[in-house]
């Protein structure tokens, strides 16, 4: 019996932002990665990160995130893999990123760091596994 799978392939992550262009500039610049596409007729713009498509959609009404609150729920978040934590949590300040208020690593006996992306969602800076 052959199974076919009904889902071939992840093309796209698409983050709400109410600045797509600068949002996929801040990822692209986080990760090395590159900006791709900017519509700003769209409202949308994309860029690659380490090989994954990350789409943004400008949303006019954008509700900023509240994390670790639920009233504006998180609704996502990423992780990154970095070779210095100390590093590259200064370059995602120099970028614009803020350290969360909460971090649940100092309670959960974990090294990462979370962050907050200009429009206030969380990414989580981890180090490389010992």
């Given at each position: 019996?052959?199974?076919t799978?009904?889902?071939?392939?992840?093309?796209?992550?698409?983050?709400?932002?109410?600045?797509?262009?600068?949002?996929?500039?801040?990822?692209?610049?986080?990760?090395?990665?590159?900006?791709t596409?900017?519509?700003?007729?769209?409202?949308?713009?994309?860029?690659?990160?380490?090989?994954?498509?990350?789409?943004?959609?400008?949303?006019?009404?954008?509700?900023?995130?509240?994390?670790?609150?639920?009233?504006?729920?998180?609704?996502?978040?990423?992780?990154?893999?970095?070779?210095?934590?100390?590093?590259?949590?200064?370059?995602?300040?120099?970028?614009?990123?803020?350290?969360?208020?909460?971090q649940?690593?100092?309670?959960?006996?974990?090294?990462?760091?979370?962050?907050?992306?200009?429009?206030?969602?969380?990414?989580?800076?981890?180090?490389?596994?010992?």
């Amino acid at each position: 019996m052959t199974t076919t799978t009904p889902v071939t392939e992840l093309i796209a992550v698409t983050i709400d932002s109410p600045n797509a262009a600068r949002l996929a500039r801040f990822y692209a610049d986080l990760t090395g990665g590159e900006v791709t596409g900017d519509y700003p007729e769209y409202g949308y713009a994309s860029a690659t990160v380490h090989g994954t498509p990350f789409n943004f959609q400008t949303v006019a009404d954008y509700t900023r995130p509240e994390w670790p609150g639920q009233e504006h729920p998180q609704q996502f978040h990423l992780d990154f893999r970095v070779p210095d934590l100390a590093a590259a949590t200064e370059h995602a300040l120099a970028l614009g990123a803020t350290v969360a208020e909460t971090q649940p690593a100092e309670s959960m006996g974990g090294a990462w760091r979370t962050m907050l992306d200009p429009d206030g969602h969380p990414f989580c800076l981890c180090p490389p596994h010992e």
